[in-house]
């Protein structure tokens, strides 16, 4: 996955993502009445010397953490985006919430 994201451009991994939460949307039958978005950063360990994994403390490693998004009733995911091994700053989870959250209100 990260040797992908790295050869496409942002308007492509953009697409990616709306893809994750189109089948989300797909899921349904019927419109919920509210859904709860259930943000995760899950670490995956990585080795050798590849592009963009950074030391992570808490899992005492060299990881990637990406961000997976629930929906916190059914379980279903919604996104799922690779990030470096740091922790999530909020305001980066809050940009991404913010789009899937448009994109949702728009379907």
């Known amino acids: 996955m990260c040797r992908l994201e790295n050869n496409i451009g942002s308007t492509e991994l953009l697409g990616f993502a709306k893809v994750f939460v189109d089948n989300f949307i797909e899921s349904y039958k019927n419109p919920p009445k509210f859904i709860i978005l259930d943000p995760d ?3 995956v360990t990585a080795y050798g010397q590849q592009q963009s994994i950074c030391y992570n403390g808490y899992y005492n490693d060299y990881c990637f953490l990406p961000l997976h998004i629930y ?5 279903r995911l919604v996104a799922t985006i690779l990030k470096p091994g740091r922790r ?3 305001i980066e989870v809050y940009a991404i919430l913010k789009r899937i959250i448009s994109y949702l209100r728009e379907h």
Do not use: A, H, N
């Open 41 to 43: 950063d899950t670490d």
């Open 71 to 75: 929906e916190g009733v059914s379980g």
């Open 88 to 90: 999530s700053k909020s």
